[in-house]
């Protein structure tokens, strides 16, 4: 099963952008690292952060947690990890 967007906002951490999809009721922890954020929209001055930047290609990586998920590509407690090796595996 993919998992869907929700509307919960997303948070910067010290790993990355923290973020949350859903799989049927259930609620997946998704952590898009910095390195993944950068490789999709490199920082500049005045760019309002790994957060802003996130929140601009979400549907981005929300495609990517989905499809990393479908394939059972998570960590123990469930927590699906996009990196920089995802971002540019899915076509960037």
């Known amino acids: 099963m993919s998992l869907s967007s929700v509307g919960n906002p997303a948070w910067q951490t010290i790993r990355g952008v923290r973020f949350a999809m859903r799989n049927g009721p259930m609620l997946v922890a998704i ?7 950068d490789d999709v929209e490199k920082a500049t001055t005045g760019d309002g952060g790994p957060l ?16 990393k998920h479908e394939r059972g590509q998570f960590e ?8 920089v ?6 076509g960037h």
């Open 31 to 37: 952590l898009a690292t910095h390195d993944a954020v």
């Open 76 to 83: 123990e407690d469930g927590l699906v990890i996009v990196d």
């Open 52 to 67: 802003a930047r996130f929140n601009k290609h979400r549907d981005r990586f929300e495609l990517i947690a989905s499809a």
């Open 85 to 90: 090796a995802d971002v540019k595996g899915a």
